[in-house]
């Protein structure tokens, strides 16, 4: 996210975790973790990424959740269409987000701690969070609209 006044336009994916959720009465969602450097801020936000021109919101879903992690997604399902403006690294930033519901075609993702992955030149995590801990204020989930959809 650099000095661009551009408006970006994401598809993202949240993937929650039913079984779990059985088990504990807890649900989790994989997320992506990030810093601010200016806030020193952690945050989390839904994983997924740019979509390129000529590409459909679902088509760049599958795409960067391959790239970023070699995952397959099943039974996605568009949530909605948000939209987020924000201040990250002390620079204005601007985003349209297509959101979507998925899971994952491998059971193996299900079992996995966390994660780490390179966006770019960042080197990211991302981990199973329960969702409690969003709602209750002790983590920071981004952008705030995603609330609506939990």
């Known amino acids: ?30 997320i992506s973790q990030g810093y601010d ?27 960067e959740f391959q790239e970023e992690i070699q995952a397959e997604l099943t039974n996605i399902r568009y949530l ?9 690294n002390n620079q204005p930033g601007h985003e349209i987000i297509q959101l979507y519901e998925c899971d994952f075609v491998d059971p193996n993702f299900y079992q996995l701690e966390k994660i780490e992955f390179a966006e770019g030149e960042r ?13 209750s204020g002790e983590l920071k989930l ?3 609209q995603i609330f609506e959809f939990l």
Do not use: H
Not at 15 to 30: C, N, P, Q
Not at 82 to 87: A, D, M, T, V
Not at 123 to 135: D, P, Y
């Open 37 to 63: 450097k200016f806030t020193q801020q952690i945050f989390y936000r839904a994983l997924g990424g740019g979509i390129d021109f000529g590409e459909t919101s679902l088509e760049a879903l599958k795409r």
């Open 123 to 135: 080197q990211k995590t991302a981990l199973w969070v329960e969702i409690s801990r969003f709602k």
């Open 142 to 144: 981004v952008p705030e």
């Open 1 to 30: 996210m650099g000095k661009s006044r551009e408006i970006r336009v994401l598809a993202l994916g949240l993937i929650r975790d039913g079984e779990y959720a059985k088990r504990t009465l807890r649900e989790r969602l994989f």
């Open 80 to 88: 909605g269409c948000l939209e987020n403006i924000f201040i990250y």
